[in-house]
């Protein structure tokens, strides 16, 4: 059964970096294509970013320019790296698969603060 923990939420300042990490288990990561997603408190869950098998990579425009996706396939990791983060940044941060093995499976989420 495939496991996805993430890591690397906090408090941090407007204008500040973090980075996520999930760990992908149970699962062939390298067939997997590999979303982060965000919900803050009364909204919708939106998808922020997103990396294919490839290495192709898209994001919201509210976080293009700002935040990165990347994978590590021999740690069966995917990151994003959050630069510039604003006070509209602040959700609950969860890793999915989208597509290939396990597709669906989400993870327990971090929760990534802002402060202005």
């Known amino acids: 059964q495939v496991q996805l923990v993430e890591s690397g939420g906090g408090l941090v300042q407007a204008g500040g970096s973090l980075r996520l990490s999930c760990v992908v288990s149970?699962?062939?990561?390298?067939?997997?294509?590999m979303g982060w997603y965000r919900q803050a408190p009364g909204k919708e869950r939106e998808l922020v970013a997103r990396?294919?098998?490839?290495?192709?990579?898209n994001y919201a425009d509210s976080v293009k320019g700002r935040f990165t996706i990347s994978r590590d396939n021999a740690k069966k990791t995917v990151y994003l790296q959050m630069n510039s983060l604003k006070p509209e940044d602040s959700a609950v941060y969860f890793c999915?698969?989208?597509?290939?093995?396990?597709?669906?499976?989400w993870g327990q989420g971090t929760q990534v603060t802002v402060s202005s």
């Open positions: 999915s698969v989208l597509s290939g093995p396990s597709v669906g499976s």
């Open positions: 990396i294919t098998t490839s290495g192709a990579t």
């Open positions: 149970g699962s062939t990561f390298r067939f997997n294509s």
